[in-house]
Each structure stands twice: as C-alpha cells, then as structure tokens.
C-alpha cells in the first residue's frame, strides 16, 4: 500500500491535484482570510467528548465546550473557568468560584450546579476521574457561582486531571446535558467555549462547521497550552473530510485548505520543500501505537493468549510499514512511555527477546485455543492502524489462528469497540490506536493504563494486584515514591498484558505558511489563537 501510494503521488501529485481539486472547489467557496479549512486525522462520528475517548472527538469538544483548568505549556494546571480557588489546611475541601461572562451558547448563563453536574458525568467514566471519585465525599453547589469538592482523604493530583489534555478531557456541559449517564451520548453541541456548532451547515461524511462564539469572554492571560486567554481570530472553522490522501495533499498545496494534520509521513519531504508549506510536529512528546485486546471472551479472556501477542510484535517492523522514515519512529518497551519520569525496564524480556512464533504458538495453545475466530478491526482510513491490524492478523495466521479483519472507517472502529458481546453479536477481539507518550506519565490520568474490569477503557482489563499499586501511586507523597511504584505496576502489567505496545512516532502536521498561532500540545488541537495573513 505504501508503495502504491509513493508511486501514484510521485509520478504525477500535480496531475493528482488537478483531477481531485475540482470536488472540493465546486463544493466550496474560496478560502477567506478569516476562515479556515482543515483536514482532521478522522471523520467525526461522536460528539459527545465524555462518552469517547477519541481525539477527533476530544478536538471538537475543545471547540465548543470550556474546562475548569487548562494545562500551561509547562504542563502545569491553571485556572480556566474557574475565577478563583481555595485549599482547606487539610487538603479535604477545594473551592472553586466561576469567573464572569461565562454563558452557554443558548444564552443561558453557566452556574456551579452545571459544574457540579458534569463533574460527577466525567468521573464517572474517565480513568482521573474515576480516581479523583474514589476520594470524593461530595461535589455540591454553594450558589450560582461557587461549589466544592469535599474528599474523603487528599488527593494531590485533583487539579492535574481537571487540567489534563487527555481524552476525556473534563469538559463542563449544560446540567441538563451533563445530568444524562455516561453510557448515553449528549448530541446538544451546546457549550460555552470560544466557538458555536453549525448544525445548519454540517454534512456529515463531507464537512463540518464551528463559528466564533462572540459572546465568549476570554481569559486576560496570554494563550499557553490549554490554559490563557482562547482568543478566536477565525470567524469560521471548517472541517472537510477528505479520505484520500493524494486529494488532502494536492489541497494543502494549492490553497484549498489551509491544515492538514496527518500528512503521509513518506511524503513529509515533499511538503518541506514547498515554500508555502510549514511542516510542524505540534506534540513533541511523540505518540505511542498500542493493540488492545478483549478480555471479555475467549481467546483473550486468557491470559496465555494475550502474553503470546509479545511474542508476535516486531516493533521496528510495525512502525517501518506505517511510518518508513526512522527519522519519525522508534521503540518503546515500557508501559509508561520512553521520555516520561515513569519510564522503566522491569519485566521486558518479552522485548530483547524479539518475535518467537513457537513460543506465540504454544502460548495460544495452553490458553485452550479451539480455533476460534479473531476479529481484527481494520480502520481503513488510517494508513498506521489499518498496516499494524493487517501485520497482526498477519502474525496471528502464521500460528494458526483464525484471525479475520474487518473494515471500517476509524467512525466505525470507534461505535463498534464499545460492544462488549461476542464476534457474532457485533463484538470485536482486537484493535489498534493510539496515545501521547506524555500521557503515560500518569497511570491514573490516561484509560489505557487502567486494569480496574468493567470500569476500564475498551477491551475492559482486570488486575486487582496491579489497581492496588495504580492507587498507591496516585497517593504518593514524592517522586521518587512514584517511580518505585511505577517499576512494580510495570512488572505486574507485562504478565497480565492489558496492552501491547507497537512502537512510538512522532506526527508532522502541515499547514499554509500564511497561517500563524498554531498552539502545539499532547492530543488536543486547539483552534483560537490561530490567524491567518
């Protein structure tokens, strides 16, 4: 596929641009100054940011809604809606008073009983959340403006999951919104950020629209991660969905459109060499390629079964199909990420000993494997997950195991892994995403690195052991606590294998050079501060 795609777009892009442009501009007026055309790494499927944890998912809810705290560039958390905020001597009672001018885009004012509400919708699913609810006694509503989060014990960490850019986001909703459970989705759109759904202008499959919200009042601090003033100097944003990557290329390069977040890496050159194209890695942390699997049903639901997929991953060779260039890619043995404080070596002989396909092939056998069907879940529009779940089904037929692929769209892959019931009632065995390295810092922040069953992120992984040591950490008093426990929750986690990791990249985005202000953080792409000349 990957040198399908080199020769067409080499052979002829220009030509490519010709034939597939006239789509896009008899469907579109000339872009303006003060509007921007993006191509986003998937179409948008869900809207509800707390019932997803998908990042086109978490982009649009950072459009639309508004958080308590932003992370800085720093990665320290910051007031955001919050005007103003106290500590008891106990550490037992946050305070947290609005700032003025926050409102819903219905025009009804934000009030603490939304807080409040949305508060308790979001940790009732997010991993940070979950963890934060652990040690909350209460989280009421002292009046319209202010209300407080009573806990049980100190939790240290309370101010860094409200803040954090990992999906999901703790984004703040209308109580009448945020008052519906978790496990059913808020379609409204109505927040209070610095942008407003056009639900008039939405097509979905083909383009979706966000104006600026003139009523927003940002904050008087100047824009640094999440956190500071959102400033919108856009009037619109428009999100085209352009599946076919020569089109999204040719598009980018004749002005078309002005974003494009997930270039081809195999032709980042090509787009460094045009003098009207800024090729910019705006989450510098890199990201991690992780396989999950469903412990629900067998064959994962043994534990042999998911140790034998260590034995299947080469991860140089997963992240050369997807990503060629070395240059962007590079290996990751430890749970926590390769450039985080959490990062370690303890119980990785899986990974020095490399690909061992009888030792995958018994492993399948001692988890009791009749032949079962696998299914692979293929997102086709995302060349990195859709070579690795080929590669891995690849791997697993090479042992004897029936795996089949079945594709989708990323939008699918995001619905179906939701399913929990077999194959043959919509379920799924196996899928590929992704993660920011930065957000392996923290095991307690990120869904991926929760064992905690039936509360966990998809594929629903269970260690009462391993949860035990995630809690611990969450409540250590230093750093250096902190890592030795991160060592004993690796160790753990290599033998139950909740996830396998693939590999690590670093992913340029491309933009016109006459666009400005581009704010870079792990996994979220924030829209204000950017400008057009």
């Known amino acids: 596929m990957k040198t399908s795609r080199r020769s067409i777009v080499r052979a002829g892009l220009a030509a490519g641009a010709m034939a597939g442009l006239p789509r896009i501009a008899r469907a579109q007026p000339a872009t303006s100054a003060r509007t921007l055309r993006a191509v986003m790494q998937a179409d948008l499927r869900v809207f509800d940011p707390i019932w997803t944890t998908a990042n086109i998912t978490g982009y649009h809810g950072a459009l639309i809604y508004d958080m308590l705290f932003g992370i800085d ?140 919200n003139l009523r927003y009042v940002p904050r008087q601090e100047p824009p640094s991660g999440l956190a500071g003033g959102k400033m919108v100097k856009l009037d619109r944003v428009v999100w085209e969905n352009i599946g076919d990557e020569q089109t999204a290329m040719a598009a980018l390069q004749s002005g078309e459109i002005d974003f494009y977040e997930t270039p081809p890496i195999d032709l980042i050159g090509q787009l460094e060499s045009d003098p009207a194209i800024k090729v910019d890695v705006l989450n510098k942390t890199g990201n991690i390629c992780i396989l999950r699997m469903n412990w629900l049903h067998k064959p994962f639901s043994d534990v042999h079964a998911r140790q034998a997929l260590l034995y299947l991953v080469d991860q140089n060779a997963f992240m050369k199909a997807s990503f060629g260039n070395p240059k962007y890619y590079r290996t990751v043995p430890s749970i926590f990420g390769n450039d985080t404080p959490m990062s370690n070596d303890e119980n990785t002989d899986w990974f020095r000993h490399g690909v061992d396909l009888d030792r995958a092939r018994d492993l399948f056998k001692q988890a009791g494997y009749a032949g079962e069907q696998v299914i692979v879940l293929q997102a086709t529009n995302f060349a990195y997950m859709s070579n690795s779940e080929q590669l891995i089904a690849g791997q697993l037929k090479k042992i004897g195991v029936n795996a089949e692929l079945a594709p989708s769209d990323w939008g699918g892959v995001v619905t179906r892994r939701a399913n929990q019931g077999p194959d043959d009632k919509g379920g799924w065995d196996i899928f590929v995403t992704a993660d920011s390295d930065y957000s392996h810092s923290d095991p307690i922040g990120v869904s991926s690195l929760s064992m905690a069953g039936m509360n966990s992120w998809y594929g629903w992984p269970s260690d009462d052991a391993y949860e035990a040591l995630r809690r611990k950490w969450a409540d250590a008093d230093t750093l250096d606590e902190r890592k030795a426990i991160a060592r004993q929750m690796q160790g753990l986690a290599w033998n139950s294998v909740g996830t396998v990791l693939l590999g690590q990249w670093l992913a340029p985005a491309a933009y016109r050079t006459n666009v400005r202000g581009v704010i870079g953080i792990p996994e979220i792409i924030p829209f204000w501060n950017i400008e057009k000349s």
Request: aromatic share 8%.
């Open 73 to 212: 560039a720093d990665f320290k958390p910051q007031p955001q809606m919050v005007g103003k905020y106290s500590l008891s001597d106990d550490k037992k009672l946050y305070t947290m008073e609005l700032r003025d001018g926050l409102g819903w885009h219905d025009g009804t004012p934000v009030v603490a009983a939304d807080c409040v509400a949305s508060l308790r919708r979001w940790g009732s699913v997010d991993s940070g959340g979950q963890a934060m609810m652990e040690r909350v006694s209460d989280i009421s509503a002292k009046d319209e403006k202010t209300f407080v989060i009573a806990l049980k014990e100190p939790f240290g960490l309370l101010l860094d999951e409200l803040a954090k850019p990992v999906t999901r986001c703790c984004y703040m909703m209308r109580r009448k919104d945020a008052e519906r459970p978790a496990t059913e989705q808020v379609s409204a759109n109505i927040g209070s950020g610095p942008f407003t759904f056009n639900q008039a202008e939405a097509k979905p499959g083909a383009q979706f629209v966000y104006d600026k």
